[in-house]
C-alpha cells in the first residue's frame, strides 16, 4: 500500500482545497460555509516524483458523544491514525485560534509525524498569523496557497525526506485487478451510509437520524471474497424544486458524477416509503447513464408481513421500472444485518451480465425465432424485415439490427425484441440499447 498522508485541521483552513490540489481534480466539494467536509474522503495524490494516499478529514473541535460533531471527529481521530504523515493545516490570515491549539494538542498525543502548514498566505495579511504558528510547536510552518498552487515546492522538499524515512516496501503498490465500482444512491435518510458500514464491517461513513449528514461522494477500497471494489456512498437526492442551497445543489452533481463513474448502481429504497418519485427520477438516470442495477430495500426489518410484502414489492418495481426488466432486487436491513448475505452475489451477477458478449450467430437465430413468432408490422403496405443482428458494445449491453426501414419501426416492437433479449440471453436487470440501422447484412460477403 501506498504512503498513506492526513490533512487535518478545525474548519475552512482550506483542507479540501489542499486535497483537490494534491489529487489534480476537483472531488472534493469546497464552499466558504464551514464544515462541509464531514466523512473523510481519500485519493491518489502526487506531489513531484512522490505518489501517495491523501485523506481530506472534517474539521471539528470538541463535542457531546451522541451528535453529528462527536461522530465526525471519530472519523477524523481515525484518519489521524491510519495515516503516516499529518499535515496540519492553519489560516495564516485569521491566526491561531483555540481550535487549532485542540488539534494539535490531539496531534501531539497521536504521536505522528506532522508538517504544519500554513494555508492562505498570499498577501501582508498572512504574515503575523505566519509567525504565531510558531507557537503550536511543529516548528517552522511552510507558507502555502492551496487555492493558488504557491509553495508546493517547499511542501515537496519537506515531505520527500520523511517518504525516504519510511519503510520502502510501504510504497509500493502491489498489482491487482481494478477494482469494480459500486455507487450507493438514493433519497436522504434511507440508510446507504449504514448499508456499507455494514458491509465493511466497521463504522467507517457517518451515521445518524439527521437527513443529509454525507453530502460529498466518499469512495473505499474494499475486498469480498477475493474481489476488490471501490464503493462510492453519496449525498440523498431530493426532488430538483426542492434542492435550492447551493451545497445542496454541488452534492446533488457530486452524486450524479459518482452514477456516471460507477459500473453496479445500488439504488437504496425506504421499505416503509417506496417509489415516491424521486426513487423513480433517480432509477431513471441510472438507465440513462447505462449502469448495471440492483435494487434494496431497506429497513425490512420493519415489515409485518415480509414474504407477501416482498412479492407486493417486486410487481411494484416491474410495473414503475420497465426499462429493466425484472430488476434484482434485494430485501435487507442494513442496521441490523439481516439479507446482507443476499447482496454482493447480485452485485457480481450484475456486473458479469453487463460486461456480457453474445456471438453473433445465436442473435440471429433468436432474431429469427421471435420475427416468424411475432413479425414486424407493415409500413405502406409492405412488410419490415429485420434482416441480420450484432453485438456492438458492452457496459451496458448494445445491438444493431440492419432492417429495411429503421425509422418506421415502431417503439412498441422495438420494446417487445429488448425483453426478448432479456428474457432469452439472461440480461434482466440491465439497460439494453437497441439500435436500428438501414440495410442488409454488412457481413453476408
Known amino acids: 500500500m501506498p504512503?498513506?498522508?492526513?490533512?487535518?485541521?478545525?474548519?475552512?483552513?482550506?483542507?479540501?482545497?489542499?486535497?483537490?490540489?494534491?489529487?489534480?481534480?476537483r472531488i472534493a466539494?469546497?464552499?466558504?460555509?464551514?464544515?462541509?467536509?464531514?466523512?473523510?474522503?481519500?485519493?491518489?495524490?502526487?506531489?513531484?516524483?512522490?505518489?501517495?494516499?491523501i485523506v481530506d478529514t472534517a474539521g471539528l473541535e470538541e463535542?457531546?458523544?451522541e451528535d453529528l460533531g462527536a461522530r465526525m471527529l471519530r472519523q477524523t481521530e481515525s484518519a489521524i491514525d491510519l495515516a503516516h504523515i499529518c499535515l496540519f493545516l492553519v489560516d495564516a490570515r485569521a491566526g491561531i485560534t483555540p481550535d487549532d491549539a485542540h488539534f494539535a494538542k490531539l496531534l501531539r498525543r497521536k504521536d505522528k509525524k506532522v508538517v504544519l502548514v500554513a494555508n492562505k498566505c498570499e498577501g501582508e495579511r498572512a504574515e503575523a498569523g505566519l509567525?504565531?504558528?510558531?507557537?503550536?510547536?511543529?516548528?517552522?510552518?511552510?507558507?502555502?496557497?492551496?487555492?493558488?498552487?504557491?509553495?508546493?515546492?517547499?511542501?515537496?522538499?519537506t515531505l520527500?525526506?520523511?517518504?525516504?524515512?519510511?519503510?520502502?516496501?510501504?510504497?509500493e503498490e502491489e498489482d491487482e485487478e481494478r477494482p469494480i465500482r459500486v455507487a450507493v444512491v438514493g433519497r436522504p435518510n434511507v440508510g446507504k451510509s449504514t448499508l456499507i458500514n455494514q458491509l465493511i464491517g466497521e463504522d467507517r461513513l457517518i451515521t445518524g437520524p439527521e437527513a443529509g449528514i454525507t453530502r460529498d461522494s466518499i469512495d473505499l477500497r474494499w475486498e469480498w471474497q477475493g474481489r476488490s471494489f471501490k464503493l462510492f456512498d453519496t449525498?440523498?437526492?431530493?426532488?430538483?424544486?426542492?434542492?435550492?442551497?447551493?451545497?445542496e445543489k454541488l452534492s446533488v452533481n457530486d452524486t450524479l458524477r459518482a452514477i456516471r463513474f460507477a459500473e453496479v448502481v445500488l439504488v437504496v429504497l425506504d421499505a416503509t416509503a417506496p417509489?415516491?418519485?424521486?426513487?423513480?427520477?433517480?432509477?431513471?438516470?441510472?438507465?440513462r447513464e447505462g449502469r448495471a442495477l440492483v435494487c434494496v430495500a431497506n429497513k425490512w426489518d420493519l415489515m409485518e408481513e415480509p414474504d407477501g410484502m416482498l412479492r407486493a414489492f417486486r410487481e411494484r418495481l416491474h410495473k414503475d421500472v420497465p426499462q429493466f426488466g425484472e430488476a434484482r432486487l434485494v430485501a435487507l436491513s442494513a442496521l441490523f444485518g439481516q439479507g446482507m448475505k443476499k447482496l454482493m452475489p447480485q452485485v457480481v451477477d450484475a456486473h458479469?451480465?453487463?460486461?456480457?458478449?453474445?456471438?453473433?450467430?445465436?442473435?440471429?437465430?433468436?432474431?429469427?425465432?421471435?420475427?416468424q413468432k411475432h413479425p414486424p408490422p407493415a409500413s405502406k403496405g409492405r412488410r419490415i424485415r429485420l434482416r441480420y443482428m450484432t453485438q456492438i458494445n458492452v457496459r451496458p449491453p448494445t445491438f444493431a439490427v440492419f432492417t429495411s426501414k429503421p425509422k418506421n419501426l415502431p417503439a412498441s416492437y422495438r420494446r417487445y425484441l429488448v425483453n426478448e433479449l432479456r428474457s432469452a440471453f439472461d440480461l434482466e436487470g440491465l439497460p439494453i440499447r437497441l439500435m436500428l440501422r438501414k440495410g442488409d447484412n454488412p457481413y453476408q460477403n
Open 3 to 25: 504512503l498513506t498522508v492526513a490533512i487535518i485541521g478545525r474548519p475552512n483552513v482550506g483542507k479540501s482545497t489542499l486535497f483537490n490540489r494534491l489529487v489534480g481534480k
Open 29 to 53: 466539494l469546497v464552499d466558504d460555509q464551514p464544515g462541509v467536509t464531514r466523512d473523510r474522503r481519500e485519493g491518489e495524490a502526487t506531489l513531484g516524483d512522490l505518489a501517495f494516499r
Open 63 to 65: 463535542a457531546d458523544d
Open 131 to 157: 509567525l504565531e504558528a510558531f507557537s503550536l510547536g511543529f516548528g517552522e510552518p511552510i507558507a502555502l496557497s492551496a487555492e493558488h498552487g504557491i509553495g508546493l515546492e517547499t511542501l515537496y522538499s
Open 160 to 171: 520527500a525526506p520523511l517518504f525516504d524515512e519510511m519503510d520502502p516496501e510501504v510504497g
Open 235 to 247: 449525498a440523498g437526492m431530493r426532488r430538483r424544486a426542492k434542492v435550492t442551497h447551493k451545497l
Open 275 to 287: 417509489f415516491e418519485h424521486q426513487d423513480l427520477h433517480i432509477l431513471d438516470l441510472v438507465e
Open 352 to 371: 458479469e451480465q453487463w460486461n456480457k458478449r453474445i456471438d453473433t450467430a445465436p442473435l440471429n437465430q433468436w432474431l429469427n425465432d421471435v420475427v
